[in-house]
């Protein structure tokens, strides 16, 4: 569904990732790991469009869309979560959601019931401002409104940051679900090692813009492992 071949960007003149290639099928949830700095953010907007592949390739459904500007790739299905959110905080919660539905065309003029299912609170918060939301409900506002957009891929970038463990568990599982019952790719950028393994099916780990350890879930349990690639 989604495949990334000997991809390089960054900003300006300086390269961040060097010959990257990532694949996700239909459905699959994969986690990217590393420490700050090893160009995780900028795979993402990469992906996503909001960076320029310098060389390589992004594929979806095998076709090539390395030079589509982001908003053609979200019409083309797929979905993103910036780190930080990206709410329009004095927009009502229903406002936010109504913005997801300009990733489809064509455009929709009611959000789907779905996303109610899978983040109720956002039901009983519709008119209430963004802003006022507590961290965890800004949070699946934002996946919620990315859903809106009812993509084929889903890019998260660090969604448990700033949330409390319990409701970072309730996330991670409602992703998990979303790519079990919907078909949905998944890939999560996350520095969070519960969430991870709660989560994801396989594992990658990135180091100096590159993947150099691929693995499943299990294998985050070894600390001696995961130290390897994420100690200081």
Request: charge should be neutral.
């Amino acid at each position: 569904m989604l495949d990334v071949q000997h991809l390089v960007s960054g900003y300006d003149k300086s390269r961040v990732l060097n010959g990257m290639d990532l694949s996700i099928k239909g459905g699959e949830r994969v986690v990217v790991l590393g420490r700050n700095g090893m160009g995780k953010t900028t795979l993402a907007k990469t992906i996503v469009g909001l960076l320029p592949t310098a060389s390589g390739s992004v594929c979806l459904n095998e076709t090539n869309i390395s030079s589509w500007p982001a908003y053609r790739r979200t019409w083309a299905g797929i979905g993103y979560v910036p780190q930080g959110r990206g709410l329009f905080p004095r927009l009502t919660v229903d406002e936010n959601l109504r913005m997801g539905l300009y990733g489809i065309r064509p455009r929709p003029k009611v959000i789907p019931d779905d996303v109610f299912n899978y983040f109720p609170i956002l039901r009983e918060r519709r008119q209430q401002a963004a802003g006022t939301l507590s961290g965890g409900e800004q949070q699946q506002l934002s996946i919620a409104r990315a859903l809106v957009g009812q993509p084929s891929v889903l890019i998260l970038d660090e969604p448990s940051e700033g949330i409390q463990p319990n409701l970072v568990a309730g996330i991670a599982d409602r992703l998990k679900s979303l790519a079990i019952d919907n078909g949905i790719a998944i890939l999560l950028i996350e520095q969070n090692l519960d969430a991870a393994m709660r989560f994801a099916e396989r594992c990658l780990f990135m180091e100096k813009g590159s993947i150099v350890h691929s693995c499943d879930s299990a294998e985050l349990a070894d600390t001696a492992q995961v130290s390897r690639f994420l100690g200081v």
